[in-house]
């Protein structure tokens, strides 16, 4: 049987994995995501049932959050780092969403 690889184009700011899923494209606990909604850190989308759907830039973020506190940063700090981020970007004129940070390095 010949198998056909299809490729699909998704929107990096549309939500399409579930928590379980993008807490494992992140390398987190499920929970770890919760807290970090709680603190307004990341805002995922919702489905009609009100299921927290993540998209590709939400991962992204998640990851970006995990390299500042492995540097040691606490979230207090990662959200200023992330504002500043944002504030760099819109000074630049990029397109940045509340959360994200388009600086990742």
Do not use: C
């Amino acid at each position: 049987m010949r198998r056909e690889r299809i490729e699909v184009s998704i929107d990096s700011d549309r939500g399409v994995f579930m928590i379980s899923v993008a807490a494992e494209l992140a390398h987190m606990h499920p929970q770890t995501l919760r807290t970090y909604e709680a603190r307004g850190l990341i805002e995922p989308k919702r489905s009609p049932k009100n299921t927290r759907l993540y998209s590709r830039r939400d991962v992204e973020l998640l990851q970006r959050i995990q390299q500042l506190t492995a540097e040691g940063l606490n979230l207090a700090g990662v959200e200023r780092v992330l504002a500043l981020e944002r504030r760099l970007a819109e000074l630049e004129g990029k397109r940045v969403p509340k959360g994200g940070s388009d600086a990742a390095g």
